[in-house]
Structures are given as structure tokens and as C-alpha cells.
């Protein structure tokens, strides 16, 4: 496991696309995630006014692409919420007062799957269902900023991923599937203003910020190990097969996992984009940038044109996008 905190400057045609869109709103309800300094009570806590600090927009879509015939790509979008229904008490809430938030924190995923016949649709399909499962079941709801909570919430998706690991396995082994199947993963679970992202295999997290945008995650390639290791440039990479040649995933025949995590500060206006490799493939990051410039538009709007450049530059691959707007 390996963690860093980037440094950035202040602050369908084939086949129709699926999608999900979402906005949330980060309201004064979250004193209770942090404790519940500054309410006295139940009712203190009723009857707050919503009072809107951030709102964020949120979208997630994927296409087949222009060659292949299947979708091997998953992606989700999911708002972290609780509620609390008062059903009786000697207290001053009435039997039917409910306590409500908005979103407590937001899950965004992609995951690339790979393996024929419809392994790698299984495989993504499995770990993205197992990282939902977790948040669902035992994501802290409150992330404060301090290291330590930042360091068990790591622990924690750590143990997550490596769950989905065996799960795939389990999967594959019970379906009689080739268990060299595997998918890459790229997570972002967002408690405002702070980003833990987790990254294994070579889809992409991007943060776009000030006009400037900033690749979060590295790619798990043979090609990029190369790099790294001084034996092949980086605008060789770019042009090799080996830069398709994964050597990180979640399944993929094997128990090692080495899961990169990172933890961002997030800023008003900054731009969250989740990827794979059948968008930056097809469409270079600055046109990339170019499309999340546009901030005029729906966030649904540019992620449907950047899937639109994706498939007009060729579409060789599935394509999939989640951007969130702050």
C-alpha cells in the first residue's frame, strides 16, 4: 500500500450509454459527523436550517464503443446518507420526527474489467459491487483531517480491495471462469472538503483545477515500470503495446495487490474526473481540459462529449466517465 497527497496550486450511437447523475448539497447537519459540537439536542438538531456551503454536480456514463461488442467497463455514483426516525421517547421529539442529512459523503468508481468471454465484465462487475457493499456496511461516516483517521479509513479500503480480490477469485472458481480474470479500480470517496482516492490497474483519476489538469493516479503498465526504471521514455510509452499490458489488478490470476492511495484537499470550482483508458486513449488531456473548461454547460453534457470526441477519434475501446463539479 502506498499513500501521497499530491501537491496542486490553490485554490451514443452503437449502443446507447448508461448514466447517473446526482447533486448534493454540504449543509450545517454535518456538526453531528463531527460530533454534534454546536447542537444541544434532537430538536436543536430537527430544526437546523439547511444552510448550503457547497453544492456539487455529479454524472457517470459509459458506451461499448465503436469496435468492441461487449461492455467490460462498470461505474457508479452513489450519495453516503443516514437518517434517524424517532419511533418513541421522553424526550421533546415528537414519535415520527425524522433527522435527516444531506449526503454524508459521495462514492464515485470506475473499473475496467479484462478476461474473454465476459470475464471481465464479471470481474468489474464483482469489485465494484464488493467497494459498494463496504461503503455501504462499514465506511466511517465522518473522516475528520487529521492523519490518523485518514490512515484507518486507508486501512480500511485497503482490506476492502483486498476482499474484492478473493471475492473475483471465489466468482470465477464457482463459475468455471478463467481465473486470470481481472479490473482495474479507481475509487473516490469524497467527505467535502477532503478526496481519499484508491487506485489500482490503469483507469485514471484527473483533478482539474484553475484551468490546469493534474493526473492523481499512476498507470499499473508494463510501459510505465519501464519508465520509471529509466529504460524507456515516456513519449516511447505512449506509442508501445506494452503500455496496454496491466501489471496491477484486482484478480488477474494472482494475490498480489499493491493499492495506491492518495488524500486530497479539495477547493470550490475544482473538477473530479474518473476514467478508463478508452477515453484518454482516444482523446489527448488537452482537449481533455478543453471539455471540463466549459463550465457553462451540464456536467452531463460534457461527459457525453468527451465520450463523443472518444468514439469520433475511433472508439477502439469501451468508454467510460464520472466527473463531479465542486
Known sequence: ???????????????????????TRHSTLQLLAAGGRGLRSLADAAAIADNPAVVA???????????????EDQFLVAALERSLLVEGSSLPAEAGTRLTDTPQGRLLIVADGMGGHGGGELASAVTTDAMALYAFAAMPWAVGRDDHDAEELGRGLLEAVTKAQARVRRVAQRKNVDEALGTTLTLAYLTWPQLHLVHVGDSRAYLFRNGALHRLTKDHTLAQRLVDGNAMTAEEAAHSPLTHVLVNAVGGGTDELDVELHRVALAMEDQLMLCTDGLYDMVPDPTIAEHLARTSEPVDRVVHSLIDAANAAGGRDNVTVVLARF
Open 1 to 23: 500500500m502506498s499513500e501521497t497527497k499530491p501537491e496542486f496550486p490553490s485554490a451514443s450511437d452503437t449502443l446507447p450509454a448508461t448514466s447517473h447523475s446526482g447533486r
Open 57 to 71: 454536480d455529479f454524472f457517470g456514463a459509459t458506451h461499448v464503443g465503436q469496435v468492441r461488442k461487449r461492455n
